[in-house]
């Protein structure tokens, strides 16, 4: 069920930009070519109404935006500033870890609490986008939805950092396609500098007890 509930968040971030590139694309090409003189075609292209196109790739991008911030957390894409918890001892440095995670569940379940009562009342109006004329408690769903979703991916990790003391690891240098070089003795995330967030299992396992 998880990975069911990653892959589909992945493939709707991916659908969300490629669909709102194409759209965009599709916008910009057919507005300077209807200032073209070019007979017949100019005229037909004055007639395919495109006004949409600015509103839904807004909508597309904030979709996306919410969503991502989710897969986020679970990759360990946002920045921290981990500095002086790197400098605590295990014990401590457990227990602000998880109090950050749990900190960030709770102001997303506000966030998604407040967006669900937000949008309950928007349905019962018949307010609509401007150009799209959707119901806009349709647009704002993405707030209780995208919210929720990220509040879950705290509380997922922080139960994998609780068992497993492991957070989720991001690195901005790997190329897909391209053969990671291993290297037993260099392991990033062990290392006792504050450049690389340490997480419990690899400060044990790989770097040794802090002097």
Request: charge should be negative; include cysteine.
């Amino acid at each position: 069920m998880l990975k069911f509930l990653d892959h589909l968040e992945e493939w709707l971030i991916a659908f969300l930009i490629a669909a709102a590139t194409l759209i965009i694309f599709a916008a910009v090409v057919h507005r300077y070519s209807s200032g073209l003189p070019i007979p017949g075609v100019q005229d037909w292209l004055l007639t395919i109404n495109m006004s949409w196109a600015q509103e839904l790739c807004i909508y597309m991008f904030v979709w996306m935006a919410k969503f991502g911030a989710a897969y986020g957390v679970r990759t360990g894409i946002h920045v921290g500033v981990d500095v002086l918890i790197n400098q605590l001892a295990e014990k401590n440095r457990v227990r602000f870890v998880l109090l950050g995670l749990f900190s960030g569940a709770l102001f997303t379940v506000i966030v998604g609490s407040l967006g669900a009562s937000f949008v309950w009342h928007m349905a019962q109006t018949d307010q609509v986008s401007a150009d799209l004329e959707l119901p806009m408690w349709m647009v704002y769903m993405v707030v209780p939805l995208g919210s929720y979703l990220m509040c879950f991916r705290f509380l997922q990790v922080a139960r994998t950092f609780w068992k497993t003391g492991e957070l989720p690891r991001h690195d901005h240098g790997h190329v897909e396609g391209i053969e990671e070089i291993k290297d037993e003795d260099l392991m990033p995330y062990a290392l006792d500098d504050n450049l690389h967030p340490h997480d419990i299992a690899h400060h044990k396992n790989g770097g040794g007890e802090r002097k």
